[in-house]
């Protein structure tokens, strides 16, 4: 019995393959077939195409004639014209596809506009083969033969045969080269969120590209006349709640999100749509931020969820006003500066100087500066903009046109601790370039200013609002174009919350916040800077324009994002920990006085910042402030810098005292960790 069995297991039962597995190999065969017969399009190159053309317009013209006398028999009659309108339709339909360089195009990437221009070609060619059958003809066959006219839709018939011949046969090709690279491919299932445009132009592309290694196999949009339509081979599968259901249905692990203008709150519902189904989010980003080199397709960043309307400005406008000038930018190598000098670089300066008092940031945007623009005049200047003679110096060697006074402190906690360095580098140099912009001719000056300079409760917010008095002074007396532009945080920026936000993440927490309800504005660096150009366009003199800074955020609400994007969760993962609003902080800031008055500008993004009179403070009262700052008197400098934010509307806390609202929320928190509220 044993024995028995053991022959039976060392005889094999016999192979029948499960009709899966059968199903598996056919696919793969029929994959390997597709993608041989898809690589048959590299063998028809344009010479190839050419000959077939020629072939093709011989025939036609023969093929036309019959069509047109429904029979062959009695076309000898036309044999001599025909010949010769073949000859013609071949000579300029050739020329015709030539010129519009139909013979140089690799077809597998074919559209609709090279379909376009092969018809305009073939039509245009055929109108000048039928003028010289009209007139040339007659005179080079003799009288009995010019008798014998072609019918008139002769042409016509031609023209038609010929664009379905060589369009064909080049469409054939793409369409085969798809196939091919449709049979070949075996990615992952996806779902793209967006039929639009963008979403489109991806599924062709995931189709296409094997790079990818994902498989389109349905849409998703919330206009509902789309759904059910099919959009290159893909079905419209429904809305957004139809995301968890189709996902199950196809065994989708990875959805992407193809809306490039969306704002934040659209794709932060979508991508919370897509995490509670367990589904991988990807996003496809707008066309500059693939031109600037990202990827094609990524993670959802913080940016995406806080991000508005794309910024339109004009920059035919801005250039119009840069073009063949000196520029000067100071503090070139922060965040806010190295994306101005980026901008400017493209607006056709005559020179760029990028001034700054940190070697190794100027060395860094330098080099980045002349390998991106190598035919761009530059400057790398390190200066200190509280340095009075230096400062004279350089303008005195560059005499800029325009300057874009980047530099500052802005840090307010450590402000608070160093109020006389926040004096003598937001206010006195300040003081110092405007002095040395308006000695040495500059015609456009713009000061970056902050948002904590309305009622200012810190030393950085007050010293960024004399700034822009100084400058407002400063415009009044000389009548050039000296203006400020103010707005909030900026995303990405060194030394702000998300840098700092993503640290503490990395490091495993906790994640520090003042307040459950503190608000900030908050804005893209390459946004701000467009607006801070176009800024420069509209205005003529001591302006402060104001960026249109959208809602304010709950920076509760941009930590848990933070850490839910770092594929962790709140409370579990990473505890968020409320610390207590720090000395001078506010819970919210505000972009206007209560005594301004903001009318948008011609840029709908732009306010315009007016009130009433100026704020009244004396040369001397500058000097000084200037002077206690320069020689280290803590107290005196806070004490005429505490007069003049009274003097504005503010009320300038002390150093180590925390305003009485913010000390009753610390008293209640008591530096512990409480739960995060809901939104």
């Not at 063998?43 to 019959?66: E, H, K, M, Y």
């Not at 991988?280 to 913080?302: A, C, H, S």
């Not at 009262?621 to 003097?647: C, N, P, S």
């Amino acid at each position: 019995m044993i024995e028995g069995n053991r022959m039976l297991a060392g005889k094999r039962p016999p192979f029948r393959p499960s009709a899966q597995r059968l199903a598996a190999r056919a696919e793969a065969q029929i994959g390997r077939f597709l993608s041989y017969v898809g690589s048959m399009d590299l063998l028809f190159r344009n010479r190839t195409l050419c000959l077939l053309d020629l072939v093709g317009w011989s025939a036609i013209p023969w093929l036309a004639l019959s069509i047109r006398l429904d029979r062959m028999a009695g076309t000898n009659v036309y044999f001599n014209r025909t010949l010769l309108f073949a000859a013609w339709s071949i000579m300029f339909q050739f020329a015709g596809l030539y010129l519009t360089g139909m013979y140089r195009r690799l077809w597998r990437y074919a559209s609709l506009d090279e379909m376009f221009s092969i018809a305009f070609a073939l039509a245009l060619g055929t109108v000048a083969a039928t003028l010289a059958d009209r007139i040339v003809s007659p005179a080079l066959l003799g009288a009995a033969a010019a008798a014998v006219a072609l019918p008139r839709s002769i042409p016509v018939i031609c023209a038609m045969l010929a664009i379905m011949w060589s369009g064909g046969t080049r469409f054939s090709l793409r369409y085969v080269s798809l196939l091919g690279r449709r049979g070949g491919r075996h990615g992952k299932p996806a779902l793209i969120i967006g039929a639009g445009d963008a979403g489109s132009m991806l599924a062709r592309e995931l189709q296409q590209n094997p790079v990818h290694q994902l498989e389109p196999i349905g849409l998703i949009d919330d206009h509902t006349p789309r759904h059910g339509q099919v959009i290159n081979g893909i079905p419209v599968l429904g809305g957004r709640s139809a995301i968890a259901d189709m996902a199950k249905r196809y065994g989708v692990s990875t959805v992407i999100i193809a809306m490039p203008t969306a704002s934040g709150t659209v794709i932060r519902e979508l991508r919370e749509l897509c995490v509670a189904a367990n589904l991988r989010v990807l996003l496809m980003p707008g066309l500059q931020t693939v031109l600037n080199g990202q990827t094609t397709l990524r993670q959802v960043q913080i940016e995406d969820l806080l991000r508005r309307e794309p910024v339109r400005t004009d920059e035919d406008g801005v250039r119009a006003r840069l073009a063949g000038m000196r520029v000067l930018v100071t503090g070139a190598g922060g965040s806010i500066g190295s994306e101005l000098c980026r901008q400017i670089a493209r607006l056709d300066a005559r020179e760029l100087i990028l001034l700054g008092h940190g070697e190794n940031s100027i060395f860094a945007i330098e080099n980045e500066m002349r390998a991106r623009f190598p035919a761009l005049r530059l400057s790398a200047v390190i200066a200190d903009i509280r340095d009075p003679i230096r400062i004279d110096e350089v303008f005195a060697r560059f005499r800029p046109d325009a300057v874009f006074h980047a530099a500052a402190h802005k840090h307010v906690p450590l402000m608070e601790t160093n109020p006389e360095e926040a004096v003598t580098n937001n206010v006195g140099g300040t003081h110092t370039v405007l002095e040395a912009a308006e000695r040495w001719g500059s015609a456009h000056f713009v000061l970056i200013s902050s948002d904590k300079a309305v009622n200012p409760a810190n030393v950085m917010g007050a010293t960024k609002r004399m700034a822009e008095e100084l400058v407002r002074a400063r415009a009044i007396r000389t009548g050039r174009n000296f203006v400020s532009v103010r707005f909030g945080n900026v995303l990405g920026s060194r030394g702000s919350v998300i840098p700092t936000f993503q640290a503490q993440i990395a490091a495993g927490g906790p994640v520090s916040v003042t307040h459950p309800d503190v608000t900030r504005y908050f804005m893209t660096i390459p946004e701000a800077v467009q607006l801070v150009l176009h800024a420069v366009t509209i205005g003529s003199g001591g302006e402060t324009f104001v960026l249109d800074m959208g809602q304010p955020v709950r920076i509760a609400d941009l930590a848990k994002d933070l850490i839910e994007l770092s594929g962790l969760r709140v409370d579990y993962d990473i505890r968020i920990e409320f610390t207590g609003l720090r000395a001078g902080e506010k819970m919210f800031e505000e972009l206007f006085l209560d005594c301004e008055n903001h009318p948008r500008t011609s840029h709908d993004k732009i306010f315009i910042a007016r009130s009433p009179a100026a704020a009244s403070f004396h040369d001397h009262e500058l000097q000084a402030l200037i002077h206690a700052a320069g020689e280290g008197d803590r107290a005196r400098t806070r004490q005429l810098l505490a007069r003049f934010v009274t003097r504005v509307g503010g009320q300038l806390s002390g150093p180590t005292l925390v305003p009485a609202a913010a000390a009753a929320v610390n008293g209640v928190m008591d530096r512990k960790s409480v739960a995060l509220s809901p939104k």
